[in-house]
Each structure stands twice: as structure tokens, then as C-alpha cells.
């Protein structure tokens, strides 16, 4: 495999705009690209023999909005301790990042035998909507209406933007984080209207294990440690 | 009414969601103009289970039984991609019998895998025999998931930091009953007189005979190329750009195999071939396969003998992730501790994403994980082989004859419990 370090300075000589940020953690590299460059830059990685990513991966939607925030601050302890269940906590409305929603790509060259994530960081929460990559890589498509049907991520240039995986008729887009685990609705078969109804869900939704995140002396670097 | 010709319209029909060959539940609708594929439009999630969502709720080890569900025929290699990408963040590695432990049982999945391949294959082509001759020895191969797990399925065995316990030294036995006396038990559980690396060694002795046996029945068989032979063929070229990956791309001459290409695990210390396809079509797809299930049957035999030689620990002996002994419980206020955290909290992944792919039986399975350094994934993507395969499905049957739909959807090698996830 080729070397991830050579990979980056490749990159960023053949490269010089389009791409915001690249790092490389746990010896893989991630290019944060902006949005208008994703496909000049996508195209030029498939075209250039010195890159040759000839193979789409894998297509992904993230969802920022609770990135950050745990259920159970186990930092300080009330008079009471620390009561035994946690109640499903209010939306907080301090998204951890500035960009709530980012498509993330992997790309593989089977040639140079390295690979790639790519970041597009959607700016408008209101305009999601992204270049489709179909006409750079044909396998895109699924990828792209999965991540629609999931996230409600709009792929401009795709011919066939259809739901993939929910129901026919189905509303809302599951994978985001603000929509509940138990779903919104459940089916029933109701025999005075002899169909199959759909009501609000009538259980709670609870939390199971709380999520929780440790601030201690492992996870926290020397830096913060002295301030 | 002489010079008006009657109309005449394609005609669109279901195939599934009920439909013995779809392999699931695929609702596949087709185009035909006369007997002609015109155009295939899949539609799948009718098995979504939201198992990525749910993963976003659970403590890292919850979600391992979900991998299981996934692809539920090679379940372990499930585990695996997923667990990887959990040792890959915490920055972790297995001891490495722990590892040889791993690709044993991996390729022992990649011939339950293959085998429930070929059997369903011939079945929708037609051949019963081939099914139930698979099925005979999947029986003992499910044995030794159930041995060393518990369960003859869903095992959940591998962990973050090795497996879950060390390969046990015998054989669960069958019983007398009212339908089979002593002398029939007997002769059923000699194979089980010793430790499961014996069994799993008696088996790799029979095993090459059994592929003998499929073959005898299939590969020259007249009426097996007719339904085979330059059937569903993809170009290399092509399949790349569909995101093709696993014996789909070999199958079209391209030897890409992620275990010898970028080795995982002891991969680049055992000896194997990677058989490769020149025509990319069901018949090539076939022999790619029923040839990995015979290097899968040396790569085990490897890991037998290694495994025979080197005793050692099958888990890191780091508390915060892996369970303390439970003797050690009993005596020790630390492990004692160590197992509360764990088993109310689990442990905390760093900050940070990964990927991390395997070379699953269908094909490249990936794990992307997103951690924001807390004790449950923050978004867990699962990149399954059969995926991209289904998605391509219009392009390889456009043009041919309704019958080998069939014949080209089963040489996919679909599951849907890992496409509709």
C-alpha cells in the first residue's frame, strides 16, 4: 500500500484549491472538499494514473446535531447522587459543529492499492443538497438514494432519486438524529375499517444504557490537563 | 384495420417479494418485451432494520449480534469488519492466536458461505442434489460455530481485543435416542473423540473430496453451462465502476483480494491462491467460487496446525475493555469494578472515524465509525458486499431471457440482510 504521507503531498501538488482541509489519523487520509469543487476534484482523483480511484466504496451521510453531548454528566454529583434512570434529554439546540449535515466517500484504487475518504460538509441547512457523483462513478446511484432516503440529502444530477430502503410512503428521514428510535408511527389492523391503520406510537421512548462521555486522565490530553 | 398493426407494449411484472429464487425478499420489477429483459428495477428494504440506527444507541459490544444479522450466512466476517473498526480507534491488537483464531473461523464462514451459495444456486438452475450435499457439510461446519460459541448462527465471538474464549478441547457429543441406538451414536461422534481443532482437521481431510463431489456433479454438466456459460457478463472495466468487489470482480479477471492486498490478521503469513475469472460470467463466478472454498480449506488447515503448536491468551489482558476472569472476580475488588463499568457502561472509544474493511465471502465489507469519544457509536455506516452486486443487477441481465434472471441474480450471491441492513 502506498504510504499514506506520499499520498497527501501528491495530493495537495496536484491540488491547489478546492480542498479544505486534509488530515491523516489512524493512517487514513480525509480531504474535506468544498462543495461547488466536489466534482472537479472527484474527477481529477479517478483520471490522474498517479491516484487511479477507479472504485467507489462506499457513500455515507453523518449527522452532526448531538455530536459531543452525552445523556449523564458524570462530572459532578448532586446532594441526591446520581439518580438511577435517564430521562431522554430535551433537543439541545448548540449543534457541536457549524455544519449539521456532511456526505463522507471512500474511494479505493485498485491500481495504486491505497484509499480515500473525501468530506463535503453540507453550509445551508435549509438547501441540502449536494453534486451527484454518478456521472464520475456509476455506483453512486444506490449509495446516493440511500443517503437521500436516510437523511433527506438531495443529489443534484442524479436521474433517479427515489426512497431505497424505508416503506413505500413513508415520511421523514430515520438516520437523522433529532427523529426517535421508536420510530413516529405504528401499524395496526383495525376491524371496523377493515385496513390497516397508522397511528402515533403509543410506547415511550427510553434510554437503555445512558450515553456517556468520560473526561479522564486517558482521554484527556496533557494540554487541557493544565488548564 | 390492414394498415394499423396492433399494438404492441412491453410488459412489466413483479418478481417477488415472495419468489423462492429472490433470494429474500427482493420485489424485483420487470420490463419484458416478449421474452426479453428490457429493463430490472429492484426494490429492497423490505428486511430494513435501521441495525446502524439502533447501533447509535447501544454500547460498542451490544451491536455485535447485530453484525451477525447482517449477512446471515457468514456471520463471523461480519464481526469481524465490525470489530476491527473498533480496535482500529481504541488502537488495540489482538494476541495473535487470537488472530489466527479469527481467520480460521473466517474461512471456515467463507465455506458455510460459498456452500449455501452453491446449493441455492443449483437449486434455482434446476439441480436439487447439489443442495443437499451442501447442506451436509455446512451441518458440521455449523458444529464448530456452535463448539466454540454456543450458537450454531449468531455466535457474537469475536471482541474488541481477540474472541471470546479460547477453542475448547472437546467435541459436544450426540446422545442416544429413541430413533438411533449405541452403535449408530458411535459411529456418528467418532469425528468427535478429540478437541475441535481435530474435528475441524478431520473435516479438511473430507472436505477437498466433497468439492470433488460438487464439481463432479456441475462443472462439466451439459445442462449447467447452458444455464451458465456467458450469462450475466460483466467487463473488468465495469465492474469497477459498479463498485463490483469479491469474486464479482474476480469472476471478470481482476485479482483483487483485500487478504492478500492489504493483509489484515496473519493473512500475509498463510499460503493461498487467489483464483481469478477470464470471462465475467455466471459460469467464471462459479468456478471462482467453488475454488476459494478449496484455498479456504488450506488456509484452515494452516491455522489448525498453528493453532495445535502455540498455546497463548485469545484477549488483550486490558480491563477496561475486555472482562476481567471471572475467578479473578471473586477475589479482586478491581475486577470486580472493572466488570460493573463494563457490563453497565461498556468502555469509551477515542474520538475519532475509521474504516475498516475485510475480505468478507461476497466481498469488500466495511466499517465506517464515527466516535465523539463516547461509550456508543456515533454513526456506524456498513458498507455490504452485496450491496453495489444488487444495485448493477439492471445492467447484467438488460437483454437476456427471463430464466436467467434467475441464474444471474443467485451467481450475485444476495442476502438481504446486509443490503437492506
Redesign the interface.
Given at each position: 500500500?502506498t504510504d499514506v504521507n506520499t499520498l497527501l503531498a501528491e495530493i495537495q501538488s496536484h491540488f491547489p484549491a478546492g480542498i479544505e482541509t486534509a488530515q491523516i489519523?489512524?493512517d487514513?487520509l480525509?480531504l474535506t472538499i468544498q462543495p461547488e469543487k466536489l466534482l472537479d476534484v472527484c474527477s481529477k482523483l479517478r483520471d490522474e494514473p498517479l491516484f487511479d480511484f477507479?472504485?467507489?466504496?462506499?457513500v455515507?451521510g453523518?449527522?452532526y446535531l448531538?455530536?459531543?453531548q452525552?445523556d449523564w454528566q458524570t462530572n459532578t454529583t448532586t446532594v441526591t447522587g446520581f439518580s438511577r434512570g435517564v430521562l431522554s434529554q430535551p433537543e439541545q439546540e448548540s449543534p457541536?459543529r457549524p455544519n449539521r449535515f456532511a456526505v463522507?466517500y471512500?474511494l479505493?484504487s485498485?491500481s495504486q492499492?491505497h484509499?480515500i475518504?473525501l468530506r463535503v460538509n453540507i453550509p445551508d441547512e435549509k438547501a441540502l443538497i449536494v453534486d451527484s457523483v454518478m456521472d464520475i462513478?456509476?455506483?453512486a446511484?444506490?449509495?446516493e438514494r440511500e443517503v437521500f432516503d436516510l437523511f433527506g440529502i438531495l443529489f443534484k444530477g442524479h436521474p433517479d432519486l427515489r426512497?431505497?430502503?424505508?416503506?413505500y410512503g413513508f415520511i421523514g428521514h430515520?438516520?437523522r438524529k433529532d427523529f426517535p428510535?421508536i420510530g413516529k408511527v405504528e401499524a395496526r389492523y383495525d376491524a371496523a375499517l377493515k385496513c390497516v391503520v397508522y397511528e402515533p406510537v403509543s410506547i415511550e421512548a427510553r434510554?437503555?444504557?445512558?450515553?456517556?462521555?468520560?473526561r479522564d486522565n486517558?482521554?484527556v490530553s496533557e494540554s487541557v490537563d493544565k488548564t | 384495420m390492414k394498415d394499423n398493426p396492433p399494438e404492441i407494449r412491453n410488459y412489466v411484472f413483479n418478481f417477488g417479494p415472495q419468489h423462492p429464487a429472490a433470494h429474500g425478499v427482493l420485489r424485483l420489477i420487470l420490463e419484458v418485451d416478449g421474452e426479453t429483459i428490457v429493463r430490472a428495477d429492484p426494490h429492497v428494504g423490505l428486511l430494513h432494520r435501521a441495525t446502524e440506527k439502533l447501533a447509535e444507541s447501544k454500547p460498542f459490544n451490544h451491536t455485535i449480534g447485530y453484525m451477525d444479522r447482517l449477512d446471515y450466512v457468514s456471520m463471523m466476517c461480519n464481526e469481524h469488519g465490525y470489530v476491527l473498526a473498533i480496535e482500529k480507534l481504541l488502537g488495540i491488537t489482538p494476541p495473535v492466536r487470537a488472530q489466527y483464531i479469527r481467520v480460521m473461523f473466517d474461512e471456515i464462514t467463507r465455506i458455510l458461505n460459498h456452500l449455501l451459495w452453491l446449493a441455492a444456486h443449483s437449486l434455482d438452475n434446476g439441480g436439487m442434489a447439489v443442495f443437499l450435499y451442501c447442506f451436509r457439510e455446512r451441518e458440521d461446519l455449523l458444529d464448530c460455530y456452535e463448539a466454540v460459541s454456543g450458537a450454531r448462527m449468531h455466535a457474537t465471538y469475536y471482541r474488541p481485543g481477540g474472541v471470546y474464549r479460547d477453542l475448547p478441547d472437546t467435541m459436544p457429543q450426540y446422545q442416544p435416542s429413541k430413533w438411533q441406538n449405541a452403535k449408530e451414536i458411535a459411529a456418528l461422534n467418532e469425528n468427535r473423540q478429540g478437541s475441535l481443532l481435530d474435528f475441524i482437521w478431520d473435516f479438511t481431510n473430507r472436505f477437498p473430496g466433497c468439492v470433488d463431489e460438487y464439481e463432479a456433479l456441475l462443472t462439466n454438466n451439459r445442462i449447467w453451462k447452458q444455464r451458465t456459460v456467458n450469462i450475466g457478463i460483466i467487463s473488468p472495466e465495469r465492474a469497477i465502476a459498479l463498485g463490483f468487489t469479491g469474486p464479482m470482480l474476480r469472476g471478470s479477471g481482476v485479482a483483487w483480494d483485500l487478504r492478500k492486498k492489504q493483509p489484515y490478521e496473519v493473512y500475509d503469513q498463510l499460503d493461498f491462491d487467489i483464483p481469478v475469472g477470464t470471462v465475467g460470467d455466471c459460469y467464471d463466478r462459479y468456478l471462482v467460487r467453488v475454488n476459494e472454498m478449496r484455498q479456504s480449506n488450506r488456509i484452515i488447515r494452516q491455522c489448525v496446525e498453528w493453532l495445535r503448536k502455540n498455546p497463548g491468551p485469545v484477549m488483550i489482558d486490558d480491563y477496561k475493555i475486555a472482562m476481567p476472569p471471572r475467578e479473578e472476580m471473586k477475589i479482586s475488588m478491581e475486577a470486580m469494578i472493572h466488570h460493573f463499568k463494563n457490563m453497565t457502561e461498556g468502555y469509551i472509544v477515542p474520538e475519532g472515524e475509521a474504516y475498516a474493511a475485510i475480505e468478507h465471502p461476497k466481498g469488500e465489507f466495511g466499517v465506517y465509525l464515527v466516535s465523539d469519544g463516547a461509550n456508543k457509536p456515533y454513526r456506524l455506516k456498513v458498507r455490504a458486499a452485496g450491496f453495489p452486486h444488487l444495485a448493477g443487477l439492471n445492467e447484467l441481465i438488460r437483454g437476456h431471457m427471463i430464466a436467467d434472471v434467475v441464474s444471474t441474480l443467485s451467481s450475485l450471491d444476495i442476502v438481504f440482510g446486509e443490503i437492506d441492513r
Amino acid at each position: 500500500m502506498t504510504d499514506v504521507n506520499t499520498l497527501l503531498a501528491e495530493i495537495q501538488s496536484h491540488f491547489p484549491a478546492g480542498i479544505e482541509t486534509a488530515q491523516i489519523a489512524l493512517d487514513e487520509l480525509t480531504l474535506t472538499i468544498q462543495p461547488e469543487k466536489l466534482l472537479d476534484v472527484c474527477s481529477k482523483l479517478r483520471d490522474e494514473p498517479l491516484f487511479d480511484f477507479k472504485l467507489l466504496v462506499d457513500v455515507c451521510g453523518v449527522d452532526y446535531l448531538h455530536y459531543g453531548q452525552d445523556d449523564w454528566q458524570t462530572n459532578t454529583t448532586t446532594v441526591t447522587g446520581f439518580s438511577r434512570g435517564v430521562l431522554s434529554q430535551p433537543e439541545q439546540e448548540s449543534p457541536a459543529r457549524p455544519n449539521r449535515f456532511a456526505v463522507v466517500y471512500h474511494l479505493l484504487s485498485l491500481s495504486q492499492n491505497h484509499r480515500i475518504r473525501l468530506r463535503v460538509n453540507i453550509p445551508d441547512e435549509k438547501a441540502l443538497i449536494v453534486d451527484s457523483v454518478m456521472d464520475i462513478w456509476p455506483a453512486a446511484n444506490w449509495y446516493e438514494r440511500e443517503v437521500f432516503d436516510l437523511f433527506g440529502i438531495l443529489f443534484k444530477g442524479h436521474p433517479d432519486l427515489r426512497r431505497l430502503l424505508t416503506d413505500y410512503g413513508f415520511i421523514g428521514h430515520p438516520f437523522r438524529k433529532d427523529f426517535p428510535l421508536i420510530g413516529k408511527v405504528e401499524a395496526r389492523y383495525d376491524a371496523a375499517l377493515k385496513c390497516v391503520v397508522y397511528e402515533p406510537v403509543s410506547i415511550e421512548a427510553r434510554v437503555l444504557e445512558p450515553k456517556v462521555i468520560r473526561r479522564d486522565n486517558r482521554y484527556v490530553s496533557e494540554s487541557v490537563d493544565k488548564t | 384495420m390492414k394498415d394499423n398493426p396492433p399494438e404492441i407494449r412491453n410488459y412489466v411484472f413483479n418478481f417477488g417479494p415472495q419468489h423462492p429464487a429472490a433470494h429474500g425478499v427482493l420485489r424485483l420489477i420487470l420490463e419484458v418485451d416478449g421474452e426479453t429483459i428490457v429493463r430490472a428495477d429492484p426494490h429492497v428494504g423490505l428486511l430494513h432494520r435501521a441495525t446502524e440506527k439502533l447501533a447509535e444507541s447501544k454500547p460498542f459490544n451490544h451491536t455485535i449480534g447485530y453484525m451477525d444479522r447482517l449477512d446471515y450466512v457468514s456471520m463471523m466476517c461480519n464481526e469481524h469488519g465490525y470489530v476491527l473498526a473498533i480496535e482500529k480507534l481504541l488502537g488495540i491488537t489482538p494476541p495473535v492466536r487470537a488472530q489466527y483464531i479469527r481467520v480460521m473461523f473466517d474461512e471456515i464462514t467463507r465455506i458455510l458461505n460459498h456452500l449455501l451459495w452453491l446449493a441455492a444456486h443449483s437449486l434455482d438452475n434446476g439441480g436439487m442434489a447439489v443442495f443437499l450435499y451442501c447442506f451436509r457439510e455446512r451441518e458440521d461446519l455449523l458444529d464448530c460455530y456452535e463448539a466454540v460459541s454456543g450458537a450454531r448462527m449468531h455466535a457474537t465471538y469475536y471482541r474488541p481485543g481477540g474472541v471470546y474464549r479460547d477453542l475448547p478441547d472437546t467435541m459436544p457429543q450426540y446422545q442416544p435416542s429413541k430413533w438411533q441406538n449405541a452403535k449408530e451414536i458411535a459411529a456418528l461422534n467418532e469425528n468427535r473423540q478429540g478437541s475441535l481443532l481435530d474435528f475441524i482437521w478431520d473435516f479438511t481431510n473430507r472436505f477437498p473430496g466433497c468439492v470433488d463431489e460438487y464439481e463432479a456433479l456441475l462443472t462439466n454438466n451439459r445442462i449447467w453451462k447452458q444455464r451458465t456459460v456467458n450469462i450475466g457478463i460483466i467487463s473488468p472495466e465495469r465492474a469497477i465502476a459498479l463498485g463490483f468487489t469479491g469474486p464479482m470482480l474476480r469472476g471478470s479477471g481482476v485479482a483483487w483480494d483485500l487478504r492478500k492486498k492489504q493483509p489484515y490478521e496473519v493473512y500475509d503469513q498463510l499460503d493461498f491462491d487467489i483464483p481469478v475469472g477470464t470471462v465475467g460470467d455466471c459460469y467464471d463466478r462459479y468456478l471462482v467460487r467453488v475454488n476459494e472454498m478449496r484455498q479456504s480449506n488450506r488456509i484452515i488447515r494452516q491455522c489448525v496446525e498453528w493453532l495445535r503448536k502455540n498455546p497463548g491468551p485469545v484477549m488483550i489482558d486490558d480491563y477496561k475493555i475486555a472482562m476481567p476472569p471471572r475467578e479473578e472476580m471473586k477475589i479482586s475488588m478491581e475486577a470486580m469494578i472493572h466488570h460493573f463499568k463494563n457490563m453497565t457502561e461498556g468502555y469509551i472509544v477515542p474520538e475519532g472515524e475509521a474504516y475498516a474493511a475485510i475480505e468478507h465471502p461476497k466481498g469488500e465489507f466495511g466499517v465506517y465509525l464515527v466516535s465523539d469519544g463516547a461509550n456508543k457509536p456515533y454513526r456506524l455506516k456498513v458498507r455490504a458486499a452485496g450491496f453495489p452486486h444488487l444495485a448493477g443487477l439492471n445492467e447484467l441481465i438488460r437483454g437476456h431471457m427471463i430464466a436467467d434472471v434467475v441464474s444471474t441474480l443467485s451467481s450475485l450471491d444476495i442476502v438481504f440482510g446486509e443490503i437492506d441492513r
